[in-house]
């Protein structure tokens, strides 16, 4: 019998809780170990970052970026597929999926660590979990852990009194999206998940559907989506046996507009700075002035990824792309940074050696 992986993380992780959903939905037996300080330094010498979640399968190698795990999973355990055989939809699922996790990771962070109630009940969390061999008073840690958490993710990630009402907003938006097409369908594409699911589930199931005020508006708001990241936490691919509806449906374009009107566009300012040699800029989001973002290199190489994501699509999927793309204000900012040049040092594989260094990648913890 083969060992289970090992899946290094945390209870209440953004992408931990991806991996996990992902890794259920596939039946492929992991076990799950808090990614402790003593933990992370292990972790951190034999990839280069001390990102969660971190995993190592029986071989001893270890792996991080969950898009590029699930890719490389897909290849390992090929059905059911979660990434659509349909180019089309494979492609606008892996746009949906880096438009979910990158751009709701602002919002999440905000009602998590804004809020009082949120940041009082999650700080005992992550001290409880991930923080018991650190010889410090259980208030002292807590404590210390909010100011951190509020001013890396929060304060220095561009929310303000100016941008509080937009970045709440975006995730009410997202309830509305989803609500319509849960009212359909039990997942966006149809009877099963698809990589586009798990997108979404990132934010939703161990941020907004588990955090006290988020948790209490998407109740209120939109019960479909609560129900939705439940069934997608219990779900098997042995146990499910449906179709995926037949190209892009309309109930998609709300979610497309906010790529083409936020989120490409945040990419594209990101972009422009990386180029010029800066670490903090700004960026006008839908008429919305957001200060002092952190230069994001990781999303430089979002931005390239899909971009090559599309040059590699058969030429009739192309033509097909291009025109929703530009139905929906997408085709423009996909392109408009020339050769954005991340240089950062993605592999075809998700696994890690050693000798690799990530230098202004992913925000600490993320993955």
């Known amino acids: 019998m083969t060992k289970p992986l090992r899946v290094y993380g945390s209870a209440i992780s953004y992408y931990t809780g991806k991996l996990e959903g992902y890794l259920r939905y596939k039946e492929i037996a992991y076990e799950f170990i808090p990614l402790t300080p003593f933990l992370q330094r292990r972790v951190r010498r034999r990839t280069g970052n001390g990102q969660m979640p971190a995993v190592e399968p029986p071989d001893g190698r270890f792996m991080t970026d969950t898009t590029q795990m699930i890719e490389w999973f897909e ?41 009082r109630a949120d940041a009082l009940l999650l700080s005992r969390r992550i001290s409880e979990e991930l923080m018991t061999g650190i010889p410090l008073p259980g208030v002292v840690k807590r404590f210390l852990l909010r100011l951190r958490q509020h001013g890396g993710y929060v304060q220095r990630d561009g929310v303000s009194r100016e941008t509080w009402d937009h970045v709440e907003g975006c995730y009410f938006k997202t309830l509305d999206q989803l609500e319509a097409i849960f009212a359909e369908r039990p997942y966006l594409l149809g009877e099963v998940p698809t990589l586009a699911d798990f997108g979404f589930f990132a934010p ?37 046996d449906g179709k995926l509806v037949s190209g892009i449906p309309d109930d998609w374009a709300p979610i497309l507009d906010e790529v083409g009107m936020a989120y490409l566009p945040y990419l594209c300012a990101n ?35 899909l971009r090559s994501h599309y040059q590699a699509l058969p030429e009739c999927a192309q033509a097909e792309a291009r025109a929703l793309l530009e139905a929906h204000a997408c085709w423009q900012p996909l392109w408009q940074i020339a050769s954005p040049d991340s240089r950062y040092p993605a592999s075809e594989t998700p696994f890690r050696g050693h000798k690799v260094h990530y230098d202004n990648a992913k925000e600490p913890g993320r993955s």
């Open 75 to 115: 290849g390992q355990y090929p059905k059911p597929a979660v990434i659509p055989h349909d180019p089309l939809q494979g492609f606008m699922s892996r746009l949906v999926e880096d438009y979910a996790e990158e751009w709701l990771w602002r919002s999440a962070m905000h009602f998590r660590w804004s809020y």
């Open 271 to 305: 972009a422009q700075a990386w180029k010029a040699g800066q670490r903090r800029h700004e960026a006008t989001i839908q008429g919305v002035r957001y200060r002092n973002l952190p230069v994001s290199q990781y999303r430089v190489w979002c931005l390239e990824r």
């Open 204 to 240: 939703i199931f161990r941020h907004f559907s588990q955090d006290p005020t988020p948790a209490e508006i998407m109740r209120r708001r939109a019960p479909g989506v609560f129900a939705w990241q439940a069934r997608l936490w219990n779900a098997r691919a042995s146990r499910c």
